[in-house]
C-alpha cells in the first residue's frame, strides 16, 4: 500500500450530494477498495496506480478544521472511508474530531468498527450522526466485492454499541444488488439500532467496466437484471416495496436507472 502525504490547501469542498453541503476528504483512495466504489475515477487525475492501491492523506487536514465555523452540513468523507485501516497509525480523522467545532452539524459515513475508538470524541457533538454501509455480503462475494473491509457482522456490533450509548446513527445500504442482497434481512437486523436509513442501488456505470466483467463472469443472472431497465424496474419497486412495509424512516433512494 503505497502513502502519499500532502498538505491541502482547503480542507471543506462544496458539494451537491443530497443531504450534505460540504463533504471533508481527509483521505484520498481508500484501503478497502470494494471494486463497486464510484471513487475510482479520481485515478484519472491522481496517477497512483490502481484504485485501493494507494492512498493520498492530507496531512495538515487537523489545523485545516481550527477555529473555523462551517454554517450547513459536512459529510466525511466522499471520496474514502475515514476509518481505514492506515487510520491507525496517522489517526488523521481522530485529530480532525479533537480540532472541529464541536458545534458542526457532522455525518461520519464508514464501514469500519475502528469508528468505536473515537467513542469519546463523537459524544462531544451536538449535532452529529455516524452512518455505516451495510450490507449482507458473505464468503465469495463479500471477498469480490469489499476485499479488505470489515465484514457485515463487525459494522453490525458497531452500530448497535453507537445507538446504545445515545449516539445518532444511520445505516447507508448500498449497493443494492439482485440475487446478492438479502433486504428484508438487512433492514430487520438494523431497524432498532437506527435512526433513519439510505438506499442506493447498485451504480454500474460508476463501477467501471473491470467491475461489470466479475459481474458477468460470477453473477450473470444479476447483471442481466442491472443492464435491463424494465427488470431493474421491476426489481426496484419490489425492494420499495420491501422498504415501506417495514414502516422506518428513510432520506432518500438513489436507483441509477437512468
Known amino acids: 500500500m503505497k502513502i502519499i502525504k500532502t498538505q491541502a490547501k482547503e480542507i471543506y469542498t462544496k458539494t451537491k450530494l443530497p443531504g450534505c453541503?460540504?463533504?471533508?476528504?481527509?483521505?484520498v483512495s481508500c484501503q478497502h477498495a470494494c471494486t463497486y466504489c464510484y471513487a475510482k475515477f479520481i485515478c484519472k487525475w491522481k496517477k497512483y496506480g490502481k484504485?485501493?492501491?494507494?492512498?493520498?492523506?492530507?496531512?495538515n487536514a487537523p489545523e485545516l478544521v481550527k477555529a473555523k465555523i462551517?454554517?450547513?452540513?459536512?459529510?466525511?468523507?466522499?471520496?474514502?472511508?475515514?476509518?481505514?485501516?492506515?487510520e491507525k497509525e496517522l489517526?488523521?480523522?481522530?485529530?480532525?474530531?479533537?480540532?472541529?467545532?464541536?458545534?458542526?452539524?457532522?455525518?461520519?459515513?464508514t464501514k469500519s468498527?475502528?469508528?468505536?475508538?473515537?467513542?469519546?470524541?463523537?459524544?462531544?457533538?451536538?449535532?452529529?450522526?455516524?452512518?455505516?454501509?451495510i450490507n449482507d455480503f458473505e464468503g465469495k462475494t463479500k471477498d469480490l466485492m469489499e476485499p479488505f473491509a470489515p465484514n457485515y457482522k463487525l459494522r453490525l456490533e458497531a452500530l448497535k454499541k453507537l445507538s446504545k450509548i445515545g449516539i445518532k446513527t444511520y445505516v447507508f445500504v448500498s449497493p443494492i444488488i439482485p440475487g446478492l442482497i438479502n433486504l428484508k434481512k438487512i433492514i430487520d437486523s438494523t431497524k432498532n439500532y437506527t435512526d433513519h436509513y439510505w438506499f442506493e442501488f447498485m451504480n454500474l456505470r460508476g463501477a467501471g467496466p473491470?467491475?461489470?466483467?466479475?459481474?458477468?463472469?460470477?453473477?450473470?443472472?444479476?447483471?442481466?437484471?442491472?443492464k435491463d431497465k424494465k427488470l431493474m424496474d421491476n426489481y426496484i419497486q419490489e425492494c420499495v416495496n420491501i422498504i415501506k412495509q417495514s414502516k422506518i424512516k428513510y432520506a432518500g433512494i438513489e436507483q441509477h436507472n437512468k
Request: no cysteine; charged share 30%; hydrophobic share 40%.
Open 21 to 27: 453541503d460540504y463533504v471533508l476528504n481527509q483521505y
Open 91 to 109: 489517526e488523521l480523522t481522530k485529530k480532525i474530531l479533537e480540532n472541529l467545532n464541536k458545534d458542526a452539524r457532522l455525518s461520519i459515513l
Open 113 to 133: 468498527d475502528l469508528v468505536l475508538r473515537d467513542i469519546n470524541l463523537l459524544k462531544q457533538f451536538k449535532n452529529l450522526e455516524v452512518g455505516f454501509t
Open 70 to 86: 462551517i454554517k450547513g452540513d459536512i459529510f466525511m468523507s466522499s471520496m474514502s472511508d475515514p476509518y481505514q485501516p492506515v
Open 210 to 226: 473491470e467491475f461489470v466483467k466479475m459481474m458477468e463472469k460470477e453473477y450473470p443472472n444479476s447483471l442481466k437484471i442491472l
Open 51 to 59: 484504485f485501493g492501491t494507494w492512498v493520498e492523506a492530507k496531512i
